[in-house]
């Protein structure tokens, strides 16, 4: 399996994990009554960094592995 294609769903993993790790602190945040710290769109960042990814994989085996 090529770098591209390994890292696409470790990326996704990560996504999902930094995600609910700031959801849950938000949650812990409104329960203590204080105000949360600002939200980061991690799950836009995430989609746009595995679009990227995606077409850079394509683009490698359309091109290399000819």
Do not use: D, W
């Not at 609910?20 to 980061?40: C, D, M």
Request: aromatic share 8%; glycine share 4%; hydrophobic share 45%.
């Amino acid at each position: 399996m090529c770098m591209f294609c390994t890292v696409i769903p470790a990326t996704a993993t990560v996504g999902i994990a930094l995600n609910a790790k700031q959801k849950r602190e938000v949650k812990e945040y409104l329960e203590k009554g204080k105000t949360p710290k600002k939200e980061i769109p991690i799950m836009p960042l995430t989609f746009i960094a595995i679009g990227s990814l995606v077409a850079v994989s394509v683009a490698t085996h359309s091109f290399l592995y000819k």
